[in-house]
C-alpha cells in the first residue's frame, strides 16, 4: 500500500487487495498523463469525476474478496462504478462529446461482436469489461478514461442524480423484464438502496399494491418515509428445524409468505421482486406469488440454493433472474429529468474523496442507517 500524492490534483483512487484492506493511493491515469492527452485511446474522453455512489458489490468485493465464482479480487484493485464528472479532455476522433459536457457513466465496455452485443443484450457480452468487477479498474478516482459511447449527458441532472442512474438502472432493468403492470400487487424484498429503488419504480409504473421486507426496522421506517403508501414487512430470522415443519406443517419462508399476503389484504402478489439473493428471501417471494405469476430476482446470491421447486412447478409460477442492465440510460435520464423517479432521498451519508476509507466502513455497517453513502470528489 502506498499513500497519496500530496498534490491536490493528483489522480486519487480507493483500492482494496485480496487481505481485505482499504486505503487510497495515486491510480491511472496519471496527472501528467491527463494534462498531456497521452493517455487517450480512439475514441476516448477524460472524466474528471464529481461523485460517486457506493455499491454493495463495492463492500462485497473489499469485504469477501469475491462475487460468485469467477469475479476474484487477486492484487490491488480500484472499486466504484456508479460515477458522474465533467469531460475534461477528448480524443480527436471523439464528435459525440466535448470539453466541459457533465456526464453519467455508464461503467461497461464491450466488445460488439458476440452474439447478446449484436442482439442489443450487450449485459451479457462475453467480453465485457465492467468497471470495478475484477481485474477491471474503477471509477473511484479522480480521474478516467473511458469510452465516449458510453458517457450520458446529464443535461440539467445534478452530478449526485448522475451518480445515482447506476443504481436506478438497476431497477428499471428489473421492473421492465420482470413486466410490472398498472395495477399489479407487488412484493419488493429487500429495502436496501436497490429495492427502495424498485419500489419506487413499480410505483411509477402503477403497482398497487406494494409490499416491501426486510430485517431491518429502520429500513423499513425510511421505505415508508419515501413512500408513504408502501407496506412493510419486518422478516424475522427464524431456524426451522424438522421437528419444527413437522409440527406447524410449513417451513419460515411459506409462513412469512401467509403473513404478507395476509398484510396485503389477501391480494397474492402477481409479481414479486428479489433484490436481497438470499435463499430464504427468494424461497419466501416463491411462496407468496399467485397462480401463474412471476418471481424476478435481482439480488445476488451464493453459488446454489435451494428452492421449493415443486410450489413453483404446481403454481406454474416463472422463476426469472437479471445481470445488470442494458439501454437503460436514456430512459433513467428522461425518467429523472421528468420527476417521475427520485432517488436523491436514498443518500443518507455524503464523504469527501480523501475520507473514503471512512465511507466505506459506514457504508458497511449497519448501525451507521447508512442507506446509500456517496462520494464527493470536490465542491463542484
Not at 477528448?90 to 455508464?106: K, M, Q, W, Y
Not at 408513504?228 to 419444527?244: D, E, K, N, Q, Y
Not at 446454489?304 to 413453483?312: G, K
Not at 443518500?347 to 462520494?375: E, Q
Amino acid at each position: 500500500m502506498s499513500a497519496p500524492s500530496a498534490d491536490p490534483q493528483a489522480n486519487t483512487a480507493v483500492f482494496i487487495n485480496p487481505a481485505h484492506e482499504i486505503w487510497i493511493a495515486d491510480g491511472q491515469p496519471s496527472l501528467a498523463a491527463v494534462q498531456a492527452g497521452t493517455s487517450l485511446k480512439e475514441g476516448e474522453v477524460t472524466v474528471a469525476i464529481k461523485r460517486t455512489g457506493i455499491c454493495g458489490s463495492d463492500i462485497h468485493f473489499w469485504q469477501a474478496g469475491r462475487i460468485g465464482p469467477s469475479m476474484v479480487v487477486r492484487g490491488e484493485h480500484i472499486l466504484g462504478h456508479e460515477s458522474a464528472g465533467v469531460v475534461i479532455a477528448t480524443h480527436p476522433s471523439v464528435s459525440s462529446l466535448a470539453i466541459g459536457d457533465r456526464v453519467a457513466i455508464e461503467p461497461n465496455v464491450i466488445c460488439h461482436r458476440c452474439e447478446p452485443c449484436l442482439t442489443g443484450r450487450y449485459n451479457g457480452c462475453e467480453r465485457v469489461q465492467f468497471a470495478s468487477t475484477p481485474p477491471y479498474p474503477g471509477l473511484l478516482r479522480r480521474y478516467v478514461n473511458h469510452p465516449a459511447r458510453w458517457c450520458h449527458a446529464l443535461g440539467s441532472l445534478s452530478y449526485e442524480e448522475g451518480a445515482l442512474l447506476e443504481p436506478l438502472s438497476v431497477a428499471l432493468a428489473g421492473v421492465e423484464r420482470a413486466g410490472v403492470r398498472l395495477g399489479d400487487a407487488v412484493l419488493v424484498c429487500g429495502a436496501g438502496p436497490i429495492g427502495l429503488a424498485t419500489m419506487l419504480c413499480c410505483r411509477a409504473a402503477g403497482a398497487s399494491p406494494i409490499l416491501i421486507t426486510d430485517v431491518e426496522p429502520g429500513r423499513l421506517a425510511f421505505a415508508q418515509r419515501l413512500l408513504p403508501s408502501v407496506r412493510t414487512f419486518l422478516v424475522r430470522p427464524t431456524t426451522t428445524t424438522t421437528a419444527t415443519r413437522r409440527a406447524s406443517g410449513a417451513s419460515g419462508p411459506e409462513r412469512n409468505a401467509a403473513l404478507i399476503v395476509t398484510a396485503m389484504d389477501d391480494l397474492r402478489p402477481r409479481v414479486a421482486l428479489d433484490c436481497t439473493g438470499v435463499e430464504s428471501s427468494v424461497a419466501t417471494a416463491i411462496w407468496a406469488v399467485a397462480f401463474g405469476g412471476k418471481v424476478f430476482v435481482i439480488g445476488v446470491g451464493k453459488d446454489e440454493m435451494t428452492i421449493p421447486f415443486m410450489r413453483l412447478s404446481a403454481r406454474e409460477i416463472d422463476l426469472q433472474f437479471q445481470y445488470r442492465y442494458c439501454n437503460t440510460w436514456p430512459k433513467a435520464i428522461r425518467l429523472v429529468r421528468a420527476a417521475v423517479v427520485d432517488l436523491r432521498p436514498l443518500v443518507t451519508h455524503r464523504f469527501a474523496l480523501l475520507d473514503a476509507v471512512r465511507a466505506f466502513h459506514t457504508a458497511a455497517d449497519p448501525a451507521s442507517g447508512a442507506i446509500k453513502v456517496m462520494i464527493e470528489h470536490d465542491d463542484d
